[in-house]
């Protein structure tokens, strides 16, 4: 597997999802080396399997499979930890992306996120070349969070844009699994200015990478 860690991992989920263009990506979970996706289709599996199929994707040959209903799609790249269930658009649920409503503003997020999982990557690739070690490992999992200024923003555009503005926003827990003391300090050298939020159970930073949100815990 290219990288042999997080940011080699990331490095191919990256170039996964700019292959599959406006995909919108209702879930994703990075735990060490491992990464899974879910996506949404709008369209024929069947067909969009077998151009893939030809094209490849992230530069590797793609495995499908189809679950019993024909509705669910699964995708696996060849020779690495990464896969994707592909499902159909009556398949999800807005509650299953936190959101009130789902629309034409989920075309925009595979491009927030791809940008921002990219940007973590040669982050990850640039602590470990500055303070040498293993490869670090982190868990990375998206999420959508209720955008409190949704309706302010939804009232400053014309009406027929207005399906286009998110009424959620994409976050990106970020968590340490292994990496040395000195991967650790290379890697906050480098971030932003972040925000500290206090709870009784943890202390968490907010930065924000290529616009994105990402939760940072201690």
């Known amino acids: 597997m290219a ?8 490095g191919i989920g990256s170039a996964f999802m700019t292959d599959l263009g406006s995909l919108f990506p209702a879930r994703m979970n990075l735990a060490g080396n491992e990464l899974e996706f879910t996506f949404v289709l709008a369209g024929d599996g069947s067909e969009w399997a077998r151009l893939r ?6 530069g590797r040959v793609p495995r499908f499979s189809v679950d019993s209903g024909g509705r669910r799609l699964r995708v696996e790249l060849t ?11 009556g398949d999800l649920t807005p509650a299953a992306v936190n959101a009130p409503h789902l629309g034409r503003w989920q075309d925009r997020m595979a491009t927030t996120v791809q940008l921002a999982v990219d940007e973590i990557a040669r982050m990850l690739s640039r602590c470990r070349y500055r303070a040498g070690g293993p490869e670090p490992l982190i868990d990375l999992e998206l999420a959508y969070e209720p ?10 555009v014309h009406e027929q844009f207005r399906a286009v503005v998110a009424p959620v926003r994409p976050v990106l827990q970020l968590r340490w ?7 650790r300090k290379a890697f906050r050298d480098e971030l932003p200015d972040a925000t500290a939020v206090r709870s009784w159970f943890r202390r968490r930073r907010t930065i924000s990478v290529m616009g994105l949100e990402v939760e ?3």
């Open 147 to 156: 955008d409190r200024d949704y309706r302010a923003r939804a009232a400053d």
């Open 53 to 58: 199929s030809v094209a490849g994707l992230a």
């Open 177 to 183: 699994r292994s990496a040395t003391p000195a991967q």
């Open 79 to 89: 020779g690495t930890a990464v896969g994707a269930l592909i499902v159909q658009p």
């Open 3 to 10: 990288g042999g860690g997080s940011s080699g991992v990331l």
């Open 216 to 218: 940072l815990a201690s």
